[in-house]
């Protein structure tokens, strides 16, 4: 897995800016915005062939959009407890709220606020959890294009203990270049967001492609 790589193989590409361009325009179309995410898929499935180069072309948009609808339902279903969550944050601040006395809402006060320590401690630990497992099973869906791959938690784990560190290393690389996305893509009043967090994808297609590469055994599906 060359890591200095995927920051610059896009480039590559002699028609890497009009492909980038289509790419952050239609990232930003909600709905649209699924065929941007196949797309993304297809370029992962083509690292792991070890035909990252040239881009796939924008000539497959039904193929891309179901591809990209499949994964952003799975990502919903996994957002879930997120949200239930959230909602239990609240739940602990009506006690205090509707408290007759401030004695007695101080009281209840302490223990809300020590119940939405819990749950957002909670929150984190769901949030870094799906950080390193969610990409392992979003690389197996590129490479088998079956749904039922996103809820079968043994073959990715597995995956990601074929090499745990180049794993890690991967996630780790995908945030600093999110993260250096939003700073260059915050030049021009935020409009360079739109297609430097579109590069940030092709690099996490490109790292968790490659990181698959030599693990076909991880890629099977479960017959569970």
């Known amino acids: 897995m060359d890591i200095g790589k995927s920051f610059t193989y896009v480039f590559e590409d002699p028609n890497w800016i009009k492909k980038i361009l289509i790419g952050g325009i239609i990232n930003i179309v909600p709905i649209v915005n699924f065929i941007a995410m196949g797309y993304a898929l297809e370029e992962t499935k083509r690292a792991y062939e070890g035909r990252e180069l040239p881009l796939p072309e924008w000539d497959n948009f039904s193929d891309y959009f179901m591809k990209g609808l499949m994964a952003a339902v799975a990502g ?65 869906y590129a490479l088998t294009d079956q749904f039922g791959v996103f809820f079968q938690f043994g073959p990715a784990l597995q995956l990601i203990q074929s090499n745990t560190g180049g794993y890690v290393m991967a996630v780790i690389v995908f945030v600093i270049a999110s993260i250096i996305a939003g700073i260059i893509g915050s030049i021009a009043c935020g409009i360079g967001a739109l297609f430097t967090n579109f590069w940030a994808t092709l690099v996490a297609a490109y790292l968790f492609g490659n990181f698959a590469r030599g693990t076909a055994a991880s890629m099977a599906p479960s017959s569970t």
């Open 76 to 140: 919903f279903v996994y957002s879930i407890p997120i949200m239930v969550l959230a909602c239990c944050m609240w739940v602990p601040l009506a006690g205090p709220l509707a408290a007759s006395d401030s004695k007695s809402a101080a009281g209840l006060g302490g223990v809300a606020m020590i119940l939405v320590f819990c749950v957002a401690c909670l929150l984190v630990l769901y949030g870094i959890a799906m950080l390193l497992l969610f990409p392992a099973l979003y690389t197996r």
